[in-house]
């Protein structure tokens, strides 16, 4: 499995209060996608000067929360391999999740911090 970025996510219930919060630190926005799984999520994708990248997420979400977005090019693997670490898949998202252009995982380890881990699929 190769890891191909690396970067925190923000879930957030208002997310222009983030948005604006990293514009103001020296983000752009650099991607907007609409419509990600059945919980109808809008990932806005942000990145500074020097190349960091932050994401921040909107969607029906009971809560805000901070994870860890892992994209690699075999999904299966990664989660085979967090898993053979202990941990367990989100309730929320039990099952594999995604959109025409990308799946996910969400993941939580045994002390609770969150990784979404995504494989964007490409076209041959």
Not at 4 to 31: M, W, Y
Request: aromatic share 8%.
């Amino acid at each position: 499995m190769k890891i191909t970025s690396f970067n925190p996510l923000i879930v957030a219930k208002d997310p222009e209060s983030v948005i604006q919060l990293f514009e103001a630190l020296g983000f752009e926005r650099h991607h907007k996608k609409e419509g990600i799984s059945e919980k109808n999520i809008t990932g806005i994708r942000m990145k500074d000067e020097n190349g960091f990248y932050v994401d921040v997420a909107s969607g029906d979400f009971l809560q805000d929360r901070t994870l860890i977005r892992m994209n690699v090019d075999n999904l299966e693997e990664a989660v085979a391999l967090l898993t053979a670490h202990g941990f367990k898949r989100s309730e929320m998202f039990s099952e594999t999740a995604g959109s025409p252009s990308s799946r996910f995982a969400i993941m939580i380890s045994p002390s609770g911090f969150v990784m979404n881990i995504i494989q964007h699929i490409k076209e041959n």
